[in-house]
Every structure is written in structure tokens, then in C-alpha cells.
């Protein structure tokens, strides 16, 4: 199952470097001493018994200690002698006392067997384990990668060619996965909170769901981001930090739709204008201290990015990605959010006290 999986991992990933654990070659020469078990239980031996005799003559038996308590004592083992018993046939012509202090010939009760076995038999669980250490080329994401050899082995499951065996992976694989699940249900937490948050804060359920529009146009941003690091500063990978980013975008790019959309409330409701005409004033009012809060923290964030440092890569991604996301949302904002509110701000009314006066 190891040798089948190990060369269509290589043929589904070009390029990547597999290593078996252990290796896969089954070259090493075993001699397998059988016992004859109607005449071991006739000669009034077990097979545990006979074990016992056949590792005495080969590599010899701990059977006490020596010296005296409490100290370093001296193990006391039972061996044959080097000179007399050089080849398995040697202990198949030995002869061995059974309970009965009959002595017996190991040949008469016993046969060698001559196979080819594994070096090395590593155990996960209590279960014989083969590991294959697979890295994949640099220009191959760890992602895809982990989803290109679960088809593999899947595929392999389905048609039969691969039965009885229980395939997992583990490594950096299961953290990634791990991790990656972990930061989804806290992305969608943000999401939750931030929308509750500005629904208490606006008294309205509608509006923040069109704040909330900006989001997607910070994550596209943050990948964007990503991609022109890669490609003009240093590699660098979606690891754990870099995710983290993209949850602080949630509560991050929607602060430049805050002042907009709140911004045309109150143009309709205390300014007395219509919907296209508050929002266009509210983007005009609002663009400058837009500009001014996002230029101070993208130019705050540079640095961090294009810094090339010891230790800069830890945190390059997340200011890449907050840089990114919140540069693009910028821009993209001042006319998504106004287009898709003005399709439902002509619903908002004066309030009481506009009316009155």
C-alpha cells in the first residue's frame, strides 16, 4: 500500500520530494525459527519455552542481577558461545533439556524458515505504521497539496487497489487543517459581532448589512496584497499569522462605510435632502477625513511589510494583508457603498422633528 501511494503521490504531484518511514526496500534476510507444535507438545515443551532456548543461544537472556541493593547492579545473562554457534543450523543441532530433563535436538521440534523482512517496523497506536514524509515543490501550495493526495488516496480506496489500510495525514497537513477551522468559525464570529454591533449602534438591521458589503472587497484586497509581496518582496506564505489578518479586516474596512452610510442619514433626516443628494454630499464631506485616517495607517503598516529583517517574516503577511485589504476597500468603497445605497435610501424618511420645523 506505501510503494503504491508513494508513486501516485509522484505522479499527482510532479516534483516533490517523498521519503518513506521506514524504507520501503524489504531486503534484509530473517530466519524464522517454526516450531512443529505436535512434536514440542510431545517432547513436553511450549513454544514460549523453545523462544526462550533459541534466544539463550543467539544473542543470550537476562536472568538476574548482580551486586548489591540500591546501587548499580550488573546484569547477569545466559548465552551460548560465539565460537560454537555461527550459523542458524548450529542451534538446530544444539540440543536443549525439556521439563522432564530429557535432552532434545532443537532440529527434531523445529525448522528454520528463510524469508526477507523490513529493517525497521514503526507502530502508531499499537498498529504497524508507514510514514511517507512528502514535501511538495515551493511553487505548489501546502493546501493544494494536502487536496491533491486526499484524491490520490481516495481514489486509490474507491478502486479497490488499496484495502485494510487506514490512511491519514499528519504534520504540518493536520495543523494547516486544524488551524484552518479553527480561524473560519472565529472569521464568521467577527462577522456576527460586528454586524450585531453596528445594528445596536444604527437602530437598524438593513444598514449594517450594507457596511458589511466592504468586507469582501478587504479580503480580494488583502489576497491582492499577498500576491505583491510575493512577487516584489520576499516570499511569503498563507501561514497562521497571515489568516489573522483577514479577521482584522472584519472590523477594520468597515470604518470608512460607518461614515458614509451614517453620514447620509443624517443628511435626509436633519439636512432635509433627497437620497442621491445625501449621499453624494456625505462622500464629498467625508472623503477627506477617509484619506487621512487610511493614508496614516497604510503608511504606519509599510514598514512592516517591506521590511527585510530577521525575524520580518513573522509579520510581513498580516501587515501585507491588512495593508492590501484596507488600501483597496478604501478606494472601492467610495463607490460601491454609496451605488448600493442609494438603490434603498429612498426608503428613509425626515425625522419628526425635520417635518415639524
Known sequence: AARLLFGSVSAAIPGSQIRPVPSLEISYPEGHVVANKPKLAASGLTEQELGIYVDVLMNGRKVSEFGPEGKDRIDLVVRGSDSRFKTPEDILNTYIVNNMSQQIRVADIARIKYERGMTQ????????????????????????????????????????????????????????????????????????????????????????????????????????????????????PLDVLTMLGFIILVGTVVNNPILIVHQSLNNIRYGGMSGSEAISESVRTRVRPIFMSTLTSLFGLLPLVIATGSGSEMYRGIGSVILGGLGLSTLLTLFVIPAILSFFIGFEKKSHREETA
Open 121 to 236: 517496523i514503526d507502530r502508531l497506536e499499537k498498529k504497524r505504521n508507514i510514514r511517507l514524509e512528502i514535501t511538495p515543490p515551493a511553487a505548489i501550495p501546502l493546501m493544494t497539496a494536502i487536496e491533491t493526495i486526499n484524491r490520490t488516496s481516495d481514489s486509490l480506496v474507491m478502486e479497490g487497489k488499496i484495502k485494510d489500510v487506514k490512511i491519514s495525514l499528519g504534520g504540518n497537513a493536520d495543523k494547516l487543517e486544524e488551524t484552518f477551522n479553527a480561524l473560519k468559525w472565529n472569521l464568521l464570529l467577527a462577522l456576527v459581532i460586528t454586524y450585531l454591533l453596528m445594528s445596536s449602534l444604527f437602530e437598524n438591521f438593513f444598514y449594517p448589512f450594507i457596511i458589511m458589503f466592504s468586507v469582501p472587497l478587504g479580503a480580494a484586497g488583502g489576497l491582492a496584497g499577498l500576491k505583491l509581496v510575493n512577487m516584489f518582496v520576499a516570499p511569503q
